[in-house]
Each structure stands twice: as structure tokens, then as C-alpha cells.
């Protein structure tokens, strides 16, 4: 029996358990009354602009694919390329291993325009790198303007610390512009090699991805009650540590590990009012993109069997 296989999933779920004791042991005082009560305090306004932002980042997440085929050379159909886009970051996110289970959903779908498996690794690798360059460039914004955002966590000042490293993120994506200005040879991992970009395409790398980050996190911004929010810079700061460690963590869906770590970030607010502001988060980023996505699997399967058929 290869164990390896299991190890992640094993971890994910581990992960779930222990940040679900951890939630109920922060929330133990509050009742589903209250929360409920902290949902319909948010203001119709907040609603409107929290689903706007949604659709943003979820079209920002549909650059990532144009952006990979692009480089690839590869021409697929627009309408086609969205939606599958928007499937695999709907499913993904939800299941957790986003990188894995993005790849086995656009090796099905990309499959059938043409692409090989090869083009379908580098495609994914080159959207698993945007994302992974977005966090890093928006991290080291964050770190240099609103220093004290490792505060919340760490609870003593690191100023400097934290600057320091912020102008040493933006420096690594300094670096990678640079080197694709130079053609410098492909960045190899393993018996793997990413070759860079061309500028143009490192450009949209640095606009599409943080527009997604940026939409991402201002959902639960809107979200958010007014009384103690620390504005929008700090929640966007809060939000990449807690997306982060949920990523790392193979939670499905982050579930309970993205709220411990939130709430560990806003914990002068009133965490009723943080609970409702990410429950809004899951519905509008997680539960609803589900749902839309298992209708377009279900209505691209049954496309493909009638073509199988004919």
C-alpha cells in the first residue's frame, strides 16, 4: 500500500479537528443566536459590495488561466477558459490540495482542446506561480505599510523585523522581473523547469493575481461591523497569513483553520461580528462558486457524453 498518498488528506483532516476544538474553545460563549444576530446587523451595502468583490476575485482567478495559456501559445476559447477557470478554483478551494485537485479537473477539461499533459502541468504550475508571486509582491506591500499586522500575532512589536522582510519579498519579485527582462534560463525545481515569462505576461502576473487578493480579502472587509475595524490595509494583512496557513494546512476548505487564525488576527473585535464577516466569506468565496461549479461539471460531462454517443 503506497501510505504517501494518504498523508496529506490525513493531515487536512487533522488539521480541521484540531482547529475546530480550538474554535469552539474561542466561541464556547457565543450562541448561534448571536451569530445570527451579527449576520443581519451587516448593512445591505455590505452585502452588495462583499458579492461584488467575489465576482472580481473570481474573475481575477480566470486570469490566471488566460495568463498560462498565453504563454503556453496555446488558443482557447474564451467562454471555455472561464469557466473552467472558475470550476477548478470553485472545487479547489473547497476540497483543499489546491494544486492537485486543480491539476486532475484541467487535465479533463483541457484535455479536450488539445492540450497535452505536459502543457497542462506547465499550465498549472504557471497559475500555481502567479498565485504564489501575488501573495509575495501584495505580503511585502502590506509588511512595509501596516509593519504592525505581525503584531496581532506575534503580540510584541517587530517593527523593523517586519519591514525588513517585506522590502525582502518585494525584492525576490524585483528579481523575478528582472529576470525576465534578461531571459535568464528557466528556473528549474526538481526535473522541472518554468521558463520566464515574457514581460508582458509578468505584467499581468502582477496586476491579475493581487486584484484577486485584493477583492478576496475586501469581502470580508465589507463584511466587517465598522466598531474596531482596523481598516482595510490590516484585514487585507490578516487575511494572507490566514488564507496562507489554511493552504498550507490541506483543510479542506480551510474549514476552522482559517477562522482560528482570523480571529487570532482581529481579536480586539467583537468576534461575533468577525464570525458573521467570515461566514459571509465562505458563502459568497466557497459554498456559492460550489454549487455554480458542480452545475458545469454536470452540464460539461453530459456534453461530452452526447459527443461520445454521436
Not at 55 to 61: C, D, K, N, P, Q
Not at 103 to 109: D, E, G, L, S, T
Not at 187 to 210: D, S, T, W
Not at 260 to 273: E, K, Q, R, T
Amino acid at each position: 500500500m503506497n501510505w504517501r498518498r494518504y498523508i496529506w488528506p490525513v493531515i487536512g483532516i487533522a488539521a480541521v479537528i484540531a482547529s475546530l476544538l480550538l474554535l469552539w474553545h474561542e466561541l464556547r460563549g457565543i450562541s448561534i443566536d448571536d451569530v445570527w444576530a451579527g449576520i443581519i446587523a451587516i448593512p445591505a451595502r455590505g452585502w452588495i459590495l462583499a458579492a461584488l468583490s467575489s465576482v472580481i476575485a473570481y474573475a481575477s482567478l480566470a486570469g490566471y488561466d488566460h495568463i498560462a495559456l498565453l504563454h503556453l501559445g496555446k488558443k482557447v476559447s474564451w467562454l471555455f477558459v472561464t469557466l473552467c477557470s472558475f470550476t477548478t478554483y470553485a472545487l479547489s478551494h473547497n476540497i483543499g490540495g489546491s494544486v492537485f485537485s486543480g491539476a486532475v479537473i484541467r487535465y479533463r477539461a483541457y484535455g479536450t482542446r488539445g492540450l497535452t499533459g505536459q502543457d497542462i502541468g506547465v499550465l498549472v504550475a504557471i497559475c500555481w506561480f502567479t498565485f504564489v508571486l501575488s501573495s509575495i509582491f501584495v505580503g511585502g506591500l502590506v509588511l512595509v505599510l501596516e509593519p504592525e499586522v505581525i503584531d496581532r500575532f506575534s503580540g510584541t512589536p517587530h517593527h523593523g523585523m517586519a519591514i525588513a522582510a517585506g522590502l525582502a519579498m518585494l525584492i525576490l519579485v524585483g528579481a523575478y522581473v528582472f529576470g525576465s527582462w534578461l531571459h535568464l534560463r528557466p528556473l528549474k525545481v526538481g526535473g522541472f523547469q518554468l521558463h520566464y515569462p515574457a514581460l508582458p505576461i509578468v505584467a499581468r502576473q502582477l496586476l491579475i493575481g493581487p486584484v484577486e487578493l485584493l477583492a478576496a480579502a475586501a469581502i470580508i472587509f465589507f463584511a466587517l461591523p465598522a466598531a474596531g475595524n482596523p481598516g482595510y490595509f490590516v484585514i487585507l494583512g490578516v487575511f494572507l497569513v490566514s488564507f496562507s496557513v489554511a493552504q498550507i494546512s490541506h483543510a479542506p476548505g480551510g474549514l476552522g483553520v482559517f477562522e482560528v487564525v482570523f480571529l487570532a488576527g482581529l481579536s480586539h473585535m467583537d468576534p461575533v461580528g468577525v464570525l458573521a464577516a467570515l461566514l459571509v466569506f465562505r458563502l459568497f468565496y466557497l459554498i456559492i462558486p460550489l454549487l455554480i461549479a458542480l452545475c458545469v461539471v454536470l452540464f460539461f460531462e453530459h456534453s461530452q457524453l452526447g459527443r461520445s454517443e454521436s
